[in-house]
């Protein structure tokens, strides 16, 4: 879904901002690297035990939940609109409409993302019941957790 808003704030030009203004997209990717360090630390603080658990606990909270941490990682990510503004306008003909093209060409990309992870879904299977282990879990979070404070300093100290 951030895709989508990604790119249809591209298709309405408002993605180029980021690109000119270095000011709308540094407060973009420090409140993205912030978001990254805070998910990081709260993984490797309180890894799960089960994966249950986890889900029972969305689900009692908040049913939107996983759906509303991964939006606003998705959009708190400034690559993506940058990603968009740059890449996308070079598969469009000259005559074309821009906007509704733009977003066709990024409803594409999230298409083939979803197949992506489908296949990837599948792919794991096999490995359920090890993933399932509570010991397994708790080390997959806490690398998680590392991996995202990581990605977030990467994203905070980067020069693009």
Not at 39 to 65: K, Y
Not at 72 to 98: C, D, E, R, S
Request: hydrophobic fraction near 55%; glycine fraction near 8%; aromatic fraction near 10%.
């Amino acid at each position: 879904m951030g895709c989508l808003i990604w790119g249809a704030a591209v298709a309405l030009g408002l993605g180029a901002i980021l690109k000119t203004s270095p000011t709308a997209y540094m407060i973009v990717k420090y409140a993205g690297a912030a978001y990254l360090v805070w998910v990081g630390f709260n993984l490797i603080r309180h890894p799960r035990r089960a994966l249950e658990e986890d889900a029972a606990r969305m689900s009692r909270n908040n049913p939107m939940l996983a759906f509303k941490r991964g939006l606003l990682t998705n959009l708190l990510n400034p690559k993506i609109g940058v990603f968009y503004v740059t890449f996308l306008p070079q598969f469009i003909p000259a005559h074309a409409k821009v906007a509704a093209d733009t977003f066709t060409l990024a409803v594409i990309h999230v298409g083939l993302t979803l197949v992506w992870f489908a296949v990837l879904i599948t792919a794991a299977v096999p490995l359920s019941r090890a993933l399932r282990q509570p010991r397994t879990i708790s080390l997959l979070d806490r690398v998680a957790g590392g991996v995202f404070i990581l990605f977030g300093l990467k994203l905070a100290f980067s020069r693009a």
